[in-house]
């Protein structure tokens, strides 16, 4: 099968390619660079465009012969979406309904979208279900509702197959640590902890620390990206025969971010400056997934539950690659 991966030069997208090649698969990068890296993906064929290039897809589509679409181009930095929604609406929304289009017109009609546990919102009950109210609070949370919106009424019109996967904090180095975060700027916070661990930060700052939670800081659910992508593999074999497929991906296990700050200590036996302060506005206390549809329905096992493998992964790459893909 040949699956082309949008965004495929990004952290999750050069990590599905990898893991699509070792299965079997044939895919083909297609990726405008804005975000991703070249490095990340040399080994593999790339076609850099744009997903709003209706023309381009419909080529690339038709002459590599394409049996489905992975999509990972979206934005995902949650303050910037507040600062430039109508920029998050043109990338997230718009082009997605190009990338769509070009599908049906290409008769395409597998589809693996890349969305957010950030569909929530501020949920009221945790661990979240897929059946959990949809109250995006950001432009980023509604512009991934959005696109499942579109999908879902594709698939009842019969011109797709779609899968929808809600991440919740994908982390760690994949591909035996050859494949890790690289995002400028950095917001995801087991890379900044990283980053204060190896003297490149000043200190680590906890936003909070009068939560309802055990140690009172925000507790969130992280999954190691090979287990992220894993699940994608299993949803794209599913889609033969299924039209519909919503599905959390998470450990279903929260860790603090005291616990995460301890972590990285051990794995690195650094010390480092932490520094407390006020709450940002909108961090819900918990986020954590129910993710047993998933693993009921396709069957989907966590490799590294474990949030210190996870970290380890994480650090060796930081450490091989120490000003990110740049080198």
Known sequence: MKVLVCGGAGYIGSNMTAMLASQGYNPVVFDNFCKGHRQAVKEFEVVEGDTGDFDLLVKVLKKKKIDAVM???????VKESVEKPLEYY???????????????KTGVKKFVFSSSAAVYGMPEVVPITEDSPKKPINPYGQTKLTVEDRCHFLSEAGKLNYAALRYFNAAGAGTNCTLGEDHKPESHLIPLVIAAAMGKREDIKIFGTDYPTPDGTCVRDYIHIEDLCSAHLLALEKLEKHSELIYNLGNGKGHS??????????????????????????????????????????????KYPELEKIVETAWKWHNKYPNGYAE
């Open 90 to 104: 043109r990338n997230n929304v718009c082009n997605t309904q190009v990338l769509l289009s070009a599908m049906e």
């Open 257 to 302: 971010i005291r616990q995460v700050i301890e972590t990285v200590k051990k794995v690195s036996g650094k010390n480092f400056k932490v520094t407390e302060t006020a709450r940002r506005e909108g961090d819900p206390p918990v986020l954590t997934a129910d993710a047993s549809k998933a693993i009921k329905e396709l069957g989907w096992k966590t």
């Open 71 to 77: 999509h990972f181009a979206g934005f995902i930095e």
